[in-house]
């Protein structure tokens, strides 16, 4: 897979290890189209069956789909913002296989919504 893949994600969080976590839920119908490519996605990386993790999972009966990038420079992200990313799919070669997702080009894309937390209760 050589391709490039460009993708309307929302940013999630940073893993322990520094990866950058972006989701899509089929829940929004703005993230339709990226969940949908994402599962896509995670089917022809299962059918190499070359390595054990990979860098993108989904789960059909929740209904989200998620991406890892090693390095994503240029934007401060921020948790539930969308993001348009570009990225490749490249499988290291050696003893240990490893499949990654390289970022080609990030930028802004749209403003997570306010959420709405209620008000804050006086108890005391």
């Known amino acids: 897979m050589t391709s490039t893949i460009t993708l309307n994600l929302r940013y999630q969080k940073s893993d322990a290890y520094g990866n950058h976590i972006f989701i899509a839920s089929h829940k929004y119908p703005e993230e339709l189209e990226a969940f949908n490519r994402l599962v896509e996605v995670e089917s022809k990386l299962?059918?190499?069956?070359?390595?054990?993790?990979?860098?993108?999972?989904?789960?059909?009966?929740?209904?989200?789909?998620?991406?890892?990038?090693?390095?994503?420079?240029?934007?401060?992200l921020v948790a539930r913002n969308t993001y348009t990313i570009s990225f490749n799919i490249s499988q290291t070669n050696g003893v240990k296989r490893f499949i990654n997702c390289n970022v080609k080009s990030i930028k802004f894309h749209s403003e997570a919504k306010k959420v709405d937390v209620g008000t804050v209760l006086d108890i005391f």
């Open 46 to 76: 299962k059918g190499l069956k070359t390595v054990k993790f990979l860098p993108v999972f989904s789960n059909k009966d929740i209904g989200y789909a998620t991406v890892r990038f090693k390095y994503c420079t240029g934007v401060k």
